[in-house]
C-alpha cells in the first residue's frame, strides 16, 4: 500500500543546492515526487559556529516501508560522502524522514514524525509550503498552526 512521506533535506558543506538537488533526484528512486518545496537559507540549530544551510522538503508516494525508507535516505547519504564526524555538526547532505502518513514510530534508530520537527522553523517553513494542512499525529495540529506558534528564533529564509 502506498503512503505519503515527508523528508527534509539539508546542506551546509559544498554546493547546498545542488547537493540538496542531487538528494531529491535520488529520492525519486523511492517512489513519486509528489511536491518539493523551494530552498531556504537557514541559520545552524544547536550548533551555531559552522556554516549556514539550505533545506527543503519534498513529499513522496512510496510502496517502502518507514524502516526502509530511513535506510534508503541513508544509502543516498553515504553515497553522496556524508561523513557523520560531529553530531549535529557540518554536513554536505542530511536527509530526515519527519512524517510518514500518519503513523507514529518510536523504535531504537527510527523516530516518526522526527522528534523535534515540531520546533524547527526550518523543517516547518518548507513543509508547510508544501501541506500546510497536513496534521501532525501526535500533537493534532496542522503543520501551518505549528508554524505560527513558533518564537522567533534561528533565522530561515525562503530563496
Known amino acids: 500500500m ?7 533535506l539539508g ?9 540538496l538537488r542531487a538528494a531529491i533526484t535520488q529520492l525519486e528512486a523511492a517512489g513519486r515526487l509528489l ?7 537557514t ?6 559556529n559552522q556554516p549556514w544551510f539550505l533545506n527543503c522538503v519534498v513529499a513522496i508516494e512510496t510502496k517502502l516501508a518507514p524502516r526502509e525508507l530511513l535506510h534508503f535516505a541513508l544509502r543516498i547519504e553515504a553515497a553522496m560522502g556524508r561523513l557523520r564526524m560531529r553530531e549535529k555538526g ?3 547532505i542530511d536527509i530526515d524522514v519527519v512524517l510518514f502518513g ?10 516518526i514524525p522526527h522528534r523535534a520537527m515540531h520546533r524547527r522553523r526550518f523543517v516547518l517553513e518548507p513543509l508547510v509550503e ?5 496534521r501532525h499525529p501526535e500533537i493534532g495540529q ?17 530563496l
Request: no cysteine; glycine share 6%; hydrophobic share 40%.
Open 2 to 8: 502506498n503512503e505519503i512521506a515527508f523528508l527534509s
Open 11 to 19: 546542506s551546509n558543506l559544498g554546493n547546498r543546492a545542488d547537493n
Open 35 to 41: 511536491a518539493s518545496s523551494a530552498m531556504y537559507e
Open 43 to 48: 541559520q545552524p540549530v544547536d550548533v551555531p
Open 90 to 92: 557540518a554536513r554536505n
Open 102 to 111: 500518519d503513523v507514529v514510530i518510536d523504535e531504537p534508530g527510527l523516530r
Open 130 to 134: 508544501i501541506a500546510p494542512g497536513v
Open 142 to 158: 496542522t503543520m501551518q498552526e505549528l508554524l505560527a506558534e513558533l518564537p522567533t528564533g534561528p533565522m530561515v529564509r525562503r
